[in-house]
């Protein structure tokens, strides 16, 4: 599966945050039954990596992991299960690591030399984090118009009520946002 491909899975990635391992099944259940089948779970407590592992036995869940920051967190993602990994930003090295394991990646872009930068690397795919602190629709308008090619899933203050605005525009896929399971 490509990272194109999981973008394309449902309109909202849903991005979660799990403490308590005991809740990340029956979460991903309701998700899927809901239609969102592509789950990000963050890297930001204890409890991501053993939520990964169960979550990705529920059927019909492409489960994922956010907030990769570096390769041995890449790599423990990776072993844990996910089908996909998501950075709040682009470094080359985490970069190079990803397309070397062969795992869709979507990394974190903000600015016009972000995203020559993952042009550069073969990447075409992109997270606008943190969207609406990065200029919201008005920014993402300006850096898709010389970016034709790309395609992103703006995240960060994204909302409920917000969501249909930025899937109206043409280079977003998806969107991700937590407010489905805060």
Excluded: Y
Aim: proline content about 7%.
């Amino acid at each position: 599966m490509t990272i194109d491909q999981v973008m394309r899975l449902a309109p909202v990635i849903p991005v979660i945050v799990i403490d308590d391992t005991a809740h990340a099944v029956p979460l991903a259940v309701q998700l899927v039954a809901g239609g969102m089948v592509a789950l990000e779970v963050t890297l930001r407590t204890p409890a991501a990596l053993d939520a990964i592992r169960a979550m990705a036995e529920v059927a019909g869940a492409v489960v994922g992991a956010g907030t990769v920051l570096n390769e041995t967190q890449l790599d423990a993602a990776i072993d844990a299960g996910a089908k996909f990994i998501v950075s709040p930003g682009l470094t080359d090295r985490l970069a190079r690591a990803a397309i070397e394991r062969g795992i869709p990646f979507l990394p974190g872009v903000a600015t016009a030399a972000d995203i020559m930068r993952g042009l550069d690397l073969g990447l075409d795919r992109f997270k606008f984090f943190p969207a609406v602190a990065n200029g919201g629709i008005p920014a993402l308008k300006a850096l898709s118009s010389p970016f034709a090619q790309v395609r992103f899933c703006p995240t960060g203050g994204i909302t409920a009520t917000t969501a249909a605005d930025w899937l109206a525009l043409p280079s977003v896929v998806c969107v991700g946002g937590s407010w489905m399971t805060a």
